[in-house]
């Protein structure tokens, strides 16, 4: 069965230092993994996946994630962090089976805090 | 391009009365289509699924259930709520199933 292990319930950070919000993953096949972020009272919102290809993937807001087969990561981060980048980040994973609907699972979130 | 609509945004429904929210996608053909509840703020736990008109699976059991009538329509019931179905649902949306999976913006149920 997938599923997604986000260890830390929140990070906070200074605004303008470098972010990064963990992941660790376990599927049965190949991963197609995703990060959504949700402001409050707010749905989510993509901001980056990894299907195939390079391990490096970049996405919105300046956002960027590395997936790690051997160590079945897929951490997401972000140079320098802002002010408005807090908020709850989600990392999922989606089991690729048809008949399934390829369902998303989801980790237990993130609340990300940037202080000026 | 492609949309999700969901509504109504927020409801307060007192115990026992039926509840039907209702989720449209525009733009796209055939999508799978999912409902999510999102309980104190932070986990989330998928309800429903359905990859085709009147093709639903439930995930867990509960006092809800779905219907899709349409191919772009999803529509998530009850005939009696419980307290305990207060929280966020989110309506979701795809095509295929290892690409990106989209969301509403929620809606919001208090039962009282």
């Known amino acids: 069965a997938q599923s997604v292990a986000q260890p830390e319930d929140q990070v906070n950070v200074a605004e303008g230092n470098p972010l990064t919000v963990k992941c660790t993953y376990s599927v049965s096949g190949n991963p197609y993994l995703f990060w959504y972020v949700q402001y409050p009272n707010r749905g989510l919102q993509f901001l980056l996946k990894?299907?195939?290809?390079?391990?490096l993937v970049k996405g919105s807001y300046g956002f960027e994630a590395e997936f790690n087969k051997s160590q079945t990561s897929f951490h997401l981060k972000k140079p320098s962090a802002l002010v408005s980048d807090s908020a709850l980040y989600f990392c999922a994973v989606r089991d690729g089976i048809y008949n399934q609907g390829g369902k998303l699972i989801f980790g237990q979130g993130t609340e990300l805090s940037v202080k000026p | 391009s492609q949309t999700i609509h969901q509504w109504p945004a927020t409801l307060v429904q007192p115990v026992g009365s039926p509840l039907s929210l209702e989720c449209t996608v525009e733009?796209?053909?055939?999508?799978?289509l999912y409902w999510y509840r999102q309980a104190a703020g932070r986990g989330l736990q998928l309800l429903f699924y359905s990859v085709g008109i009147g093709q639903i699976s439930s995930e867990v059991p509960q006092n809800l259930s779905a219907s899709r009538p349409q191919d772009r329509q999803f529509i998530l019931s009850s005939k009696k709520l419980l307290l305990s179905d207060s929280g966020f649902y989110l309506c979701a949306w795809s095509v295929g199933v290892r690409d990106t999976i989209y969301f509403g913006e929620g809606s919001w149920l208090t039962v009282v």
């Open positions: 733009g796209t053909s055939n999508p799978n």
């Open positions: 990894y299907i195939t290809g390079d391990n």
